[in-house]
Each structure stands twice: as C-alpha cells, then as structure tokens.
C-alpha cells in the first residue's frame, strides 16, 4: 500500500531525515517509534505531500506523492498533531465544510453520519467545536481525516494531551479503523505504540534504527537471559551461590523479606541458566518458592537500540548556527535587514 525509498530531509545542514527506505501492507497498523525530535511529524509530513522531500519517493497505492499528488492524497487521511479545527463553527459545520473542501462524491448525509460513528460525535454534531474537551478536538480532528473513506490513514501523536480514559478510548477507535484502513501512528509513548501497533519502526536521529512486529523487536534486542527469583534462604549466602553459577554475569537482591527474598540474575547472552541455577540452589538447601523469565519491555528494546547512537553524538560537540550562514541569527526584529 505504500513504499518509501530513500526518503530524506534536510533543513539547510540539518538532516532531520535521512534515507528512509521501508513498505507498509495493505490492513497494517505500524507505528513510528520515537523521542522527540526524532524525525515522526518530518516523514508524516513527506508522506502526506505537506512538506516536499529533499530526496527520495513516496507511493501511496501506486500513485507518487510528488508527480501525481492530487490522486495520492485523495487516499491519505491525514490527522497532524494539532487539528486544524475552526472553533466557532460547530462539529456538524466543520466536517461538511471538509467534505466540500475535499470534493467528495460521496452521499453526504449518510457519510457524515458513518465518520461521525466511527469517530465517537455522534452526540455533539450540533456544538460548537470551541466548548469541546479536548479529547472531542482530536475525535473532530480524526473525523475530518476519515472523510472521502481514505485507504490510508496518518495519525501524528493521536492521544498527545489526553487523559488516560480518553487515551484509552481513542485507542479503540484505533484499533476500530484499522480493521478497514491502513493506518500508521506516531507516538514517543512505549506502551501507545505496544497497545495498538502491528508493527513498529524505530525511529532515532531521523534514521531507523529497528523495523518489526514488537516481539521481534524483543527477540532482536535481547541481549541476555534474566530470571526473576524468590528463595528461601539467608541473602548474602544465597547471592553468594548464584554468582558462582556458569554462566550467570550478575545476581541482585531486589526485594529482602526475612529469609524469603526476591533476586534478579542475569546470563551471558544465549545462556539458559535455569537448570544450573536450580541444581546449585539444591546442593546447599535453598529452596525456590518462584522462578520466572523477565521479558524486557519495548522500554528496554528502544534504550538498547539507541543508546549506541547517543553516546556516539555525546562525543561530538554541539553545533550552533553561525551568524555569516545565518545572517538573521540573533538579530532584533526590527533591525536592519
């Protein structure tokens, strides 16, 4: 559905993207992953035809956003971080103004009636957009993206700003619209992305630096085994018996209750430790009361993926603009010109 290759944005000496290449299926939700700054609302943007590449294609159902823009955005439903919205007209106003601003062929009444379904104002269609929550904004924001039925729909930070019953509400919204859209998101929250996306790419420093489903992202990533363990014995000699393991890099005590205490061990990368572990713990009496695998979080994929990078850039000075390259900077407005 769609296809970007070698995608890039730069901004004068600032390379805010850099050779994005990637595909998204027809049916997908795939989220792009990232801090701020990393390059999401600059690819939105290029996606949807607002901001024109420096280099590189986009194809959005076979149709290039640069040489046949008119019929790549008529499949592009597009949601910016902060909605366009004109607050003194009211929901009902709004979407038919849209409707008419998009052209669509569509029978209007029932349409509209189907958009403002989906998007969960279909009790407001009569107020005025200004005495909307902000959680109603960005569902009157969604609607204006769902008319003319897009194929593709491009939410930039969806849920930024709500509150945790409207993010959680706006979630299934998503998951809705992503059983006849193809959507792709973007989101520096972990769990926004785990929640709702098929599929993730990671985003950092404009480039991407992993592409998969959550789970592979964690097969990926896992550089070593950990275990989670409450055993019955005295700590320091327990502790004692796990570091002198094979295999076992580190042994702490995270939770001391009395001789019931909580440790968390971790192996050297492909290393299944548990038997070890067990029969070790046997010799001298300890019991296990629980033994369990730590799964890593998509916290702890995405700071194993771009810590790399930004110890790399630590090591780099930082660059100001210069005033003969940028002759406006750090003038008075006003000033000479």
């Known amino acids: 559905m769609i296809q970007v290759t070698g995608l890039t944005r730069r901004f004068?000496?600032?390379?805010?993207?850099?050779?994005?290449?990637?595909?998204?299926?027809?049916?997908?939700?795939?989220g792009f992953l990232g801090p701020n700054g990393a390059g999401k609302t600059t690819t939105m943007n290029m996606l949807t035809g607002c901001l024109?590449?420096?280099?590189?294609?986009?194809?959005?159902?076979?149709a290039d956003i640069e040489t046949d823009a008119d019929r790549a955005r008529r499949i592009i439903g597009y949601l910016p971080e902060n909605p366009p919205l004109y607050p003194d007209m009211t929901v009902e106003e709004y979407l038919r103004f849209v409707f008419r601003l998009k052209k669509c062929t569509l029978p209007r009444g029932e349409h509209l009636d189907s958009v403002c379904a989906m998007a969960g104002l279909s009790d407001v269609r009569g107020r005025l957009i200004r005495n909307l929550s902000r959680g109603y904004r960005q569902r009157v924001g969604l609607a204006q993206a769902l008319i003319g039925d897009p194929k593709v729909l491009i939410l930039d930070e969806p849920t930024i700003g709500l509150d945790p019953r409207q993010i959680i509400e706006l979630r299934e919204v998503i998951r809705r619209l992503g059983e006849r859209h193809t959507v792709i998101l973007s989101s520096h929250i972990l769990s926004e992305v785990q929640e709702v996306c098929d599929r993730v790419l990671v985003l950092?420093?404009?480039?991407?630096?992993?592409?998969?489903?959550?789970?592979?992202?964690r097969a990926r990533a896992a550089q070593t085994e950990q275990l989670g363990m409450t055993i019955e014995g005295e700590p320091q000699a327990v502790l004692a018996v796990l570091r002198a393991v094979p295999g076992v890099t580190d042994a702490a005590l995270s939770d001391e209750n009395g001789k019931k205490s909580v440790y968390h061990i971790t192996a050297e990368p492909d290393t299944d430790i548990r038997r070890a572990v067990f029969n070790a713990l046997s010799q001298h009496s300890m019991v296990i009361l629980s033994m369990q695998q730590v799964e890593r979080s998509l916290e702890d994929i995405f700071l194993a993926l771009t810590e790399t990078e930004d110890t790399a850039d630590a090591a780099q000075p930082e660059r100001l603009p210069h005033k003969k390259k940028f002759p406006w900077f750090g003038r008075k407005r006003g000033g000479d010109q």
């Not at 004068?12 to 795939?30: H, N, Y």
């Not at 024109?52 to 076979?62: E, F, I, K, L, S």
């Open 12 to 30: 004068g000496d600032l390379t805010a993207v850099s050779d994005l290449t990637f595909s998204v299926k027809e049916g997908e939700i795939v």
């Open 52 to 62: 024109r590449a420096t280099a590189g294609t986009v194809c959005v159902d076979g």
């Open 204 to 217: 950092h420093h404009g480039r991407i630096a992993a592409d998969g489903t959550p789970a592979q992202l």
